[in-house]
């Protein structure tokens, strides 16, 4: 299934999800935060709540659009990585399914694969997680962004990630998702996004 993203001329509407900061203990609550962006410029903010190491990110994410008024207008939903609150894992093909937009779990550097394997051995169910990390697809690298992605051409991603990108190398919605997490969970946003 590929979705058709805007042309290159039009405003590119995107939605970058990253967890607050959260406790350690194993079903903690974990504060989803969603900033929605125009390109590079800020237009709001969405947030949602799933469980640490549980198995409800998807339907966290999924639920923090729906119903509201940024769904219709987003092309594009950004994750920061594959999994939110430790290792409740995203279902990406399910989620691009659902909101029927294309759907980008990025990374900053190449995962460990062996250390997440390793990780998740330790949850509960861990066959089921690592079915996960495989139906979310390969892992694509056109520096400095690495990302899996659903509903698109890795192709068209890797042209669209540098424009969403003001400065780093991570795309402002994900950089102000993860700012303004750290803020409501601490006073302040942290230092590095």
Known sequence: MRMRLPAPSKQLRVVGFDDAPFARARGAAVRLIGAVCSDTRFEGLVIGRLRRDGWDSTEAVARALEGGKFLPQVHLVLLDGIAFGGLNIVDLDALAHRLERPCVALMRRPPDLEAMARAIQRLPNPKRRLEL?????????????????????????????PR??????VPEALRLAHLIGGALATGQSGKRA
């Open 164 to 169: 969403l990108t003001d400065r780093g190398h």
């Open 133 to 161: 990390l495989v139906r979310a697809g390969p892992i694509h690298a056109s520096p400095p962004f690495y990302f899996q992605v659903q509903g698109a051409a890795p192709e068209a991603i890797a042209r669209l990630l």
